[in-house]
T-cell receptor, first 117, second 114 residues
């Protein structure tokens, strides 16, 4: 089946530094990937849609200069949290879109826990 | 605008008892509906999905859900709870077959009592 991986699974960084999170589709190619953010005991909130070879589409309220998304290949999208602050600490989950005959489906990665000190 | 409401942020049942997690949706067009499960510190795993075929949908791990248009509901059930079912469950809706916009409910934490 469609497998999506994320790296790293967890990361701790100092305030002011930048952190890059990778999302890979392991056994399929994904033109479209998505990045979600999940705060403790809350639901997933879509941050942005990542399209291979073009600029990402950000949801309202998400700072594009802070959360840089690059989808340079059909199997890899990266999310870089620039100048991270403690309020950026969260669980970041990516998904990759599999296009079917009648319906598409998102497959989710295992998530990355970011803690900013 | 579409939305999903999960009734009950926490449900606790005894092992072997019926599991019922409630989900109501709001949509102006026929929706695509999903249930996902999330174990601690892990991503989401699809349990089942409704895509306008049979109204009773069977998923993995013995779960099933029934789409009731008249009640705008898509409740998740399992006849007999197992300890391994303890997790967070999310109901979600998409209005498009493209699945480019999935709206998640707030989640229900399922606890299983021995």
């Amino acid at each position: 089946g469609a497998v999506v991986s994320q790296h790293p699974s967890w990361v701790i960084c100092k305030s002011g530094t930048s952190v890059k999170i990778e999302c890979r589709s392991l056994d399929f190619q994904a033109t479209t990937m998505f990045w979600y953010r999940q705060f403790p005991k809350q639901s997933l909130m879509l941050m942005a849609t990542s399209n291979e070879g073009s600029k990402a589409t950000y949801e309202q309220g998400v700072e594009k200069d802070k959360f840089l998304i690059n989808h340079a290949s059909l199997t890899l999208s990266t999310l870089t949290v620039t100048s991270a602050h403690p309020e950026d600490s969260s669980f970041y989950i990516c998904s990759a879109l599999v296009e079917g005959v009648t319906y598409n489906e998102q497959f989710f990665g295992p998530g990355t826990r970011l803690t900013v000190l | 605008a579409q939305s999903v409401t999960q009734l009950g942020s926490h449900v606790s049942v005894s092992e072997g008892a019926l599991v019922l997690l409630r989900c109501n949706y709001s949509s102006s067009v026929p929706p695509y509906l999903f249930w996902y499960v999330q174990y601690p510190n892990q991503g989401l795993q699809l349990l089942l999905k409704y895509t306008s075929a049979a109204t009773l949908v069977k998923g993995i791990n013995g779960f099933e859900a029934e789409f009731k248009k008249s009640e705008t509901s898509f409740h998740l059930t399992k006849p007999s709870a197992h300890m391994s079912d303890a997790a967070e469950y999310f109901c979600a809706v998409s209005l498009e077959s493209s699945a480019s916009k999935i709206i998640f409910g707030s989640g229900t934490r399922l606890s299983i009592r021995p």
